[in-house]
């Protein structure tokens, strides 16, 4: 396979910002290059000294004046939950019930999940983002759908089947034992497949009884290879419920702790009301608590307190969590996060939003030798992205005069417009999508529209 080199602004984080100006954290360079060679990162540095010794049959892209960083990472979606975002005016559960778990029940056709799947691996595609950790639906075939769209792309790509046996349609219900057959044979078929990686998914504690959440235990100690995702803390309602059907629990936390969940390979989703001694648990177990920005904000949920975290020396991501999320873009997603911290009294410095989306959520995943960081050796999964990919932000652009402004710019006016290319094992995949297909979708009724 022939060598390519890319050329544009290349920003690469090497360790978290310690302060709003820690260049120690990251290697920038203004004129700089990527060598890809069989889907790797061969060198980067920069371009004058890489042109210098490249091979004459070297392929060189020129993205100037776009920079190029890692390939964006997105730690916490639902990939059924695709044509639901932006549904009307409910909380966590009464959203599930009216539009989440009738747009899940879709999934039990193979032709609309294989549909589905290959139009969200686009949609991640076209936002810069090249590897998920996505839930799927209860059905052994929506997985299958979801991983053959992530092969076909050569995408690095977290999913697993979403186990439910209770508080949930039947249609949208397993049982202990199916659930435990299936998730073996899924994690049989995909697990280290390719690119594939296994996420054992009991949704959360509401729709697992604890005989479900047992075999869920048995999976995590049978495939410790494998990921572990699920919800934790969202909503109000949802503590209350939960912990209602776990009585002898200490709290939420205790839950899963207590089926053996807890664990350097699992990813809490929303984490948003935990006490110190949960958060305490998590930072003991190395758990990862997924900050879903603009989830909790659509669905009401409530503030992620990223500095609590920090201090109690917790393991943090960040997400969209699509379809809560309202948008498959980790710029627009961090873009909210800076919100969300800022009304608690909390600064996210550009730099740091830009590890958090990069190495950061590498390191949650626990793959930064592979992704999240251009480097010798490293999965040559690559974003160019366009500061100046609107008018409003062309003329923006003109009054930053330094990388931390132009980076905030960027994550605070820009979507998917902005990734301008996006390679994925070395191969370029944005310029090749296809443009949106009309299609028809029957509308469903919202809830009764309130004024207070
Ligand atoms: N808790 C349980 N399931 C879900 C889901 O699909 N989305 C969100 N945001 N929270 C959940
Ligand atoms: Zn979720």
Redesign the pocket.
């Known amino acids: 396979m022939s060598k390519l080199l890319l050329r544009g602004r290349v920003l690469t984080f090497v360790d978290e910002p310690k302060s709003i100006d820690d260049q120690s954290a990251y290697n920038y360079f203004e004129d700089g290059a990527v060598l890809v060679e069989n889907g790797k990162v061969v060198d980067v540095g920069e371009y004058a000294a890489l042109i210098s010794v490249a091979d004459p049959q070297t392929e060189v892209v020129d993205h100037r004046p776009h920079l190029i960083l890692p390939g964006l990472i997105d730690t916490h979606l639902?990939f059924p939950?695709t044509q639901a975002i932006a549904s009307y005016g409910a909380q966590?559960l009464e959203w599930?019930n009216t539009y989440?778990f009738v747009e899940e029940q879709k999934f039990s056709s193979t032709a609309h999940a294989d549909f589905i799947a290959e139009r969200f691996m686009d949609e991640l595609l076209r936002n810069g983002t090249t590897t998920a950790a996505a839930?799927c639906s209860i059905h052994l075939e929506s997985v299958d759908a979801y991983f053959t769209a992530a092969e076909k792309r050569n995408m690095l790509m977290i999913g697993g089947k979403v186990m439910m046996d209770r508080n949930a349609p039947d249609a949208l219900r397993d049982t202990p034992q199916s659930g435990y057959d299936d998730t073996k044979a899924l994690i049989a078929k995909w697990h280290g497949r390719g690119r594939a990686h296994y996420a054992i998914s009991p949704?959360?504690a509401i729709t697992s009884t604890p005989e479900q959440m047992d075999m869920s235990r048995a999976l995590v100690r049978e495939h410790p290879e494998c990921y572990v995702q699920t919800?934790l803390s969202?909503n109000k309602d949802e503590i209350a419920f939960a912990t209602s059907l776990y009585p002898s629990a200490k709290d939420y936390t205790d839950i899963y702790a207590s089926y053996g969940l807890l664990g350097s390979k699992t990813l809490l989703?929303?984490c948003i009301f935990l006490s110190d001694r949960e958060i305490s648990a998590l930072a003991e177990t190395k758990s990862v608590a997924v900050f879903c920005p603009t989830?909790n904000l659509f669905?009401g949920s409530g503030l992620f307190d990223h500095g609590r975290f920090r201090d109690l020396g917790a393991r943090t991501s960040v997400a969209t969590?699509v379809g809560?999320g309202t948008s498959f873009s980790m710029l627009e997603t961090m873009s909210e996060a800076y919100k969300v911290l800022h009304v608690q009294g909390q600064r996210l410095s550009p730099f740091a939003s830009y590890y958090m989306m990069t190495l950061g959520n590498a390191r949650a995943l626990g793959l930064e030798d592979r992704i999240g960081s251009l480097h010798a050796g490293a999965d040559a999964d690559i974003t160019v992205l366009d500061s100046r990919a609107k008018p409003a932000m062309e003329l923006r652009m003109r009054t930053a005069t330094t990388l931390a402004e132009e980076l905030f710019i960027l994550q605070t006016m820009g979507d998917d417009r902005s990734a301008a290319e996006v390679y994925v094992a070395g191969k370029p995949m944005k310029s090749g999508l296809d443009k949106p297909a009309a299609t028809s979708t029957r509308t469903r009724s919202m809830p009764e529209l309130q004024t207070a």
């Open positions: 639902h939950q966590l599930l989440i839930y949704r959360f919800h969202e989703g929303h989830s669905l969590d809560g």
